[in-house]
Every structure is written in C-alpha cells, then in structure tokens.
C-alpha cells in the first residue's frame, strides 16, 4: 500500500529540514578570518600535525606549507604525551592508568606581534589495562592514543577561536 502524495512530502520536507539543520556556536568564525595558517613546531610527518591539519580543513581553515604565504603562524609546543597510575591491583599491578597529551599553542602574526599568547590545552583519557595482552591490547592503545589527537586538535581550534573573540 502506497503513502498518500501529501504525507510523502510532508516526511520529505521533514528530512530536508532535518539535514539543513546545524547547531553553530555564536561568533565561532574569529580564527577563519586568520586565515591562512601555518603551522610551526611540529615535524612534518608529525601525527598530532595530521590530525590539527585535517580539524583546520574540516573547519574551513585554510593551511599553507610556507610562513610567507600564512596571514597567522599557530606556534605549537608539544610537552608530549605521559602517563600515571591510577589503580593498582592486589598484586601490585598497575591496571588502570591516566593518559594526558599537553601541548602549548599560540597564535602569531608573520611580523612576530602575537595574537594569542600561549595557552596550554591538554586531553586526558583513563585506559584500563585488565586482561588486554598482546595485539589486541596494543591496538586498543593506539586507537585510543588517535582519538586524543583528534580531540586535542579540536579543543586547539576551540581555545584560539575563544582567545580571538
């Protein structure tokens, strides 16, 4: 049984709707208008640089590969990644622990006037340990380690366009 002609279009102008429908932060636009970027103090190969490339062109951010095409440099100071201890077992084993990536960002002009003075943005994520060995563990591990880039290059972008307002 087919639906009648006007519920059709109803649920297609509903879904239309729906999918044009996006939630945007009021004034969340103040680092694009910085734009273009480069990025200082990573390696080129760098992962945490993968990862903030790849937030800064899902944002519409423009990244150039040289200081004197960038309207802005965003310095980055990788303090790097560590970990604590969060649970010991009875044993004395550590099964659970803190990961925690810290990195200090800024944002400068090409002539060296700073924008945004350095502010330090970090992730942290608890990763249990319990009965993960070998490959399957590992990975876990890794993937976690990639998603803390992810956020962590998405909480950069967050604490720049702040800083900017």
Same mark, same amino acid.
């Given at each position: 049984?087919?639906?009648?002609? #006007?519920? *059709?279009?109803?649920? *297609?102008?509903?879904?239309?709707?729906?999918?044009?429908?996006?939630?945007?932060?009021?004034?969340?636009?103040?680092?694009?208008?910085?734009? #273009?970027?480069?990025?200082?103090?990573?390696?080129?190969?760098?992962?945490?640089?993968?990862?903030?490339?790849?937030?800064?062109?899902?944002?519409?951010?423009?990244?150039? #590969?040289?200081?004197?095409?960038? !309207?802005?440099?965003?310095?980055?100071?990788?303090?790097?990644?560590?970990?604590?201890?969060?649970?010991?077992?009875?044993?004395?084993?550590?099964?659970?622990?803190?990961?925690?990536?810290?990195?200090?960002?800024?944002?400068?002009?090409?002539?060296?006037?700073?924008?945004?003075?350095?502010?330090?943005?970090?992730?942290?994520?608890?990763?249990?340990?319990?009965? !993960?060995?070998?490959?399957?563990?590992?990975?876990?591990?890794?993937?976690?380690?990639?998603?803390?880039?992810?956020?962590?290059?998405?909480?950069?972008?967050?604490?720049?366009?702040?800083?900017?307002?």
């Amino acid at each position: 049984m087919q639906a009648p002609l #006007p519920r *059709l279009l109803i649920l *297609l102008l509903l879904a239309s709707l729906l999918a044009g429908c996006g939630f945007h932060l009021r004034n969340s636009k103040a680092l694009e208008s910085h734009a #273009p970027l480069y990025v200082a103090g990573l390696p080129r190969y760098d992962t945490l640089r993968e990862a903030l490339q790849d937030t800064l062109t899902a944002s519409q951010i423009v990244v150039v #590969p040289s200081k004197e095409m960038a !309207k802005s440099i965003m310095k980055i100071r990788d303090q790097g990644e560590r970990q604590q201890i969060i649970t010991v077992d009875s044993r004395g084993k550590a099964t659970e622990y803190m990961l925690i990536r810290t990195v200090g960002v800024s944002l400068v002009a090409p002539d060296g006037n700073e924008l945004v003075p350095e502010h330090i943005v970090s992730v942290r994520r608890t990763w249990i340990e319990v009965g !993960k060995t070998g490959l399957a563990g590992s990975r876990e591990a890794r993937e976690l380690r990639h998603r803390m880039l992810r956020e962590l290059s998405m909480s950069i972008l967050r604490t720049l366009d702040y800083a900017l307002r």
